[in-house]
């Protein structure tokens, strides 16, 4: 049964994906954690795009990461812990020389399906790595959107020259075109609209930055899916609020006779992130409607509160049927969990309905 009263009912199966359930690529890596996936449907089953990242396996006395080299391949870089150089205090980033590097690099692994809760890998679908310099430390975060017959991915590539959003689409999950990065650092977060609105294809975005401005969600229209233009932004964070310090889109909107529904997610500035929502107008999405002044979602349950980074719950990828928005999520940058809600819910809690 699904709850209309607001109450998000999480899968009693949760986690229902963790680490250990993944095998690494290579047998010198080893699956860190496992990160929110794209999520879609084909040949009737529910299919999660998976984000696994990978560490090296450590030594004594030294500092080991892994770094894409200019052929594709994974290389483990190892650095003296004691060289002066070298600064570890981020357990998620390291500097060495001025330069920054990533401890973990991720890819994407297909799952599937039949009943949306018990996913196992597919073999005869391989693993997609990055690609090219732009996607050196790898790709993060991907969000899927059917538009026609084809699949389109827009993920987070990441490299020394920073953060930007790269695209690729498909049509059978094994052949891919790469388009490369689409929107140029800094940039993340990038869901698109799965139908043209008055004849333009839409997208959500987080452009950021450091000294002025913040991790605001913006919107832009193209002709193509390629070329975008008349960026706008539509939602800042909140001082005081459960989003005060960074907002982002979690998977495509879905469409209502109230207007476009958008779930995204918020963080303060203890890096608590939870899940709200905002209504975009049908016609000019670029307006908001409404948003949530408190959290659709927020981390509670100990699977969420403790893991690789603990309060987190983080969205970008779910399945509509009716009234239902079963939402896929990460807990606590470790593990996967899904959970259901009515959209009817979430609209009354906009004060829409």
């Not at 495509?252 to 500035?269: C, D, F, M, Q, R």
Request: charged letters at 25%; hydrophobic letters at 35%.
């Amino acid at each position: 049964m699904i709850n209309n009263s607001n109450k998000i009912e999480r899968f009693q199966e949760n986690p229902i994906l963790s680490p250990q359930q993944i095998s690494p690529s290579k047998k010198e890596l080893k699956v860190e954690c496992i990160l929110n996936p794209g999520v879609f449907e084909f040949q009737n089953k529910t299919w999660l795009l998976l984000r696994v990242a990978e560490s090296a396996a450590s030594r004594e006395g030294v500092v080991t990461f892994p770094l894409m080299n200019e052929k594709g391949e994974i290389d483990v870089i190892e650095i003296d812990i004691a060289d002066k150089d070298l600064d570890i205090s981020d357990p998620r980033v390291l500097n060495y020389k001025g330069a920054d590097y990533l401890t973990t690099i991720s890819h994407f692994r297909l799952l599937s399906s039949n009943d949306g809760v018990h996913f196992k890998e597919e073999p005869d679908f391989p693993p997609i790595f990055g690609n090219g310099e732009s996607e050196r430390y790898g790709i993060e975060d991907c969000r899927v959107t059917q538009i026609g017959d084809s699949y389109y991915l827009t993920y987070t590539a990441v490299s020394s020259q920073g953060v930007g959003v790269g695209m690729m689409s498909t049509k059978n999950w094994k052949d891919f075109t790469r388009y490369g990065l689409i929107l140029p650092p800094h940039n993340k977060d990038c869901t698109l609209f799965d139908e043209k609105i008055n004849g333009k294809y839409y997208m959500l975005h987080r452009p950021s930055s450091p000294e002025i401005g913040g991790n605001y969600i913006w919107i832009a229209e193209s002709e193509d899916l390629i070329h975008w233009g008349k960026h706008k932004c539509i939602a800042q964070t909140r001082t005081g609020m459960w989003d005060s310090v960074r907002v982002g889109a979690g998977a495509s909107p879905v469409k209502t006779k109230y207007g476009w529904l958008e779930v995204y997610h918020g963080a303060n500035e203890k890096n608590r992130y939870c899940l709200g929502a905002i209504l975009l107008d049908l016609d000019d999405p670029s307006k908001v409607l409404a948003r949530s002044v408190t959290p659709v979602m927020e981390p509670k349950e100990s699977y969420e509160m403790k893991g690789f980074f603990g309060e987190v719950i983080f969205t970008n990828g779910h399945v509509r049927k009716g009234d239902n928005l079963t939402v896929y999520y990460g807990a606590a940058d470790s593990v996967i969990c899904g959970a259901n809600i009515s959209i009817t819910s979430i609209l009354k809690s906009l004060n829409i309905i």
